[in-house]
């Protein structure tokens, strides 16, 4: 939990360094944000030591007082570039909202930054990434069984149209999937199982490719007979279609009856079998 932790927050803290340009072009506030979650990370480890090899690793609860310097330098952060409605100095909210969210686990003071940031920066990047999160969560909570998955008119990797309409009358598994994804990979056998026994009767499937390499994909799925239509784009977690339906994990499943209502989510293993059969009226 510890590396995780850390990890979320350096990642956050890299990605807009990154987005914002070279060391040497980075304004003071993205600058004196880095070396502030420097400070941070180390604070952390120090907080939070590797358990020696063969014990049990000690669950140390991080308090406000704890973090109390860090906090701090925060809000002296955030007095000091005041006025400056730039991306850099949203972002020091951000990763402070961040610290109170993953690290002390406070939701409530991480939301109340949030907000904060929603209303003195609403034209940030970060402003409209929560506003794109807030959109997926609405999808996502939409997405439950009974509902109709909302169709989609793309063109698949070999340039042909591709869409859930074109399926109507069949029961149709969409799978936001990736080369890269173990538990993806590991699940195949059970999806090409079930695409073998029930095709012929009417069960299709229609592959969103979280790929980033187009060559690599169309390799795998020739290599492992995978005939079924793919989505690719080559944007992994920025993907056009796994964007618009919320999906943040893979693998993600949803299997439509003829109608393309949903009626069943993130089958694994016989489940998948199972409900393909009963939908097919096979069972």
């Given amino acids: 939990m510890r590396k995780k932790i850390l990890a979320a927050l350096g990642v956050a803290a890299l990605l807009f360094t990154h987005q914002s340009g070279l060391a040497q072009e980075q304004s003071a506030a993205t600058t004196e944000l880095r070396e502030l979650m420097t400070k941070v990370t180390a604070k952390l480890k120090d907080l939070r030591p590797p358990s020696p090899p063969g014990t049990p690793r000690k669950i140390v609860k991080i308090t406000e007082a704890d973090m109390a310097d860090e906090l701090k330098q925060f809000d002296v952060l955030l007095a ?67 509902a109709k998955f909302p169709d989609f008119d793309e063109k698949d990797v070999t340039g042909k149209p591709l869409s859930i309409a074109n399926y109507k009358g069949k029961v149709v598994l969409i799978d936001f999937w990736a080369t890269w994804c173990g538990p993806c990979v590991a699940e195949l056998p059970n999806v090409l199982k079930a695409y073998e026994k029930y095709h012929p ?67 694994r293993g016989t489940a998948l079998e199972e409900a393909v059969a009963k939908a097919l009226g096979k069972s």
């Fill in 80 to 146: 000091k570039h005041k006025g400056e409605k730039t991306d850099d100095v949203a972002q020091i909210l951000y990763m402070k909202s961040r610290l109170y969210t993953e690290v002390l686990n406070d939701s409530n003071k991480g939301e109340e930054l949030i907000t904060q940031l929603r209303n003195e920066f609403p034209e940030s990047k970060q402003a409209a990434s929560l506003k794109k999160q807030d959109e997926a969560k609405r999808m996502q909570e939409a997405l439950v069984v009974g």
């Fill in 201 to 267: 009767q009417g069960f299709e499937i229609i592959g969103i490719s979280l790929d980033k390499d187009k060559d690599k994909l169309e390799k795998f799925t020739k290599e492992k007979i995978m005939p079924w239509q793919q989505y690719f784009d080559g944007q992994v977690w920025q993907n056009k279609l796994s964007t618009k339906y919320g999906v943040n994990s893979i693998p993600a499943t949803y299997l439509l009856d003829g109608e393309g209502k949903i009626i069943g989510k993130d089958l």
